[in-house]
């Protein structure tokens, strides 16, 4: 896609799709460790790492909110216009600030798991 937002234009309409698929795992994740957490009698919600583990979710969801809907729609309105070299640097300046939210994504999510199995 560096070099060919043409790609970015034919895999946009797949774009729409995966906000949807991310809300449906967010709830159940959510669901998941709630029935969880009443299967423990709620025993565990005043320990450190369920506290830090709840803010990590909290942070998932508003990096999303905050970050990805913003640049996506950014994103969409770039590549319906013709390609320029504005257009390009557009792209790939928002190609990169959605590289950074993937990457702090992807580490919010290894660091739930990490503090969910490990409990430390």
Excluded: D
């Excluded at 560096?2 to 234009?9: D, I, R």
């Excluded at 790939?92 to 990490?114: D, G, N, P, Q, V």
């Amino acid at each position: 896609i560096l070099h060919t937002p043409e790609k970015a234009v034919a895999l946009a309409p797949l774009m729409g799709k995966y906000p949807v698929i991310i809300q449906i795992g967010s709830l159940l994740m959510l669901l998941s460790g709630l029935t969880m957490l009443g299967a423990l009698h709620w025993a565990v919600v005043s320990q450190g790492w369920f506290i830090i583990k709840m803010c990590l979710y909290v942070a998932l969801i508003l990096n999303g909110v905050l970050v990805a809907k913003p640049t996506g729609m950014k994103l969409r309105a770039i590549l319906s216009q013709p390609a320029t070299e504005e257009t390009r640097n557009q792209f790939l300046a928002l190609k990169r600030k959605m590289t950074l939210f993937h990457i702090s994504e992807f580490s919010m999510l290894i660091l739930i798991y990490i503090l969910a199995i490990y409990r430390f």
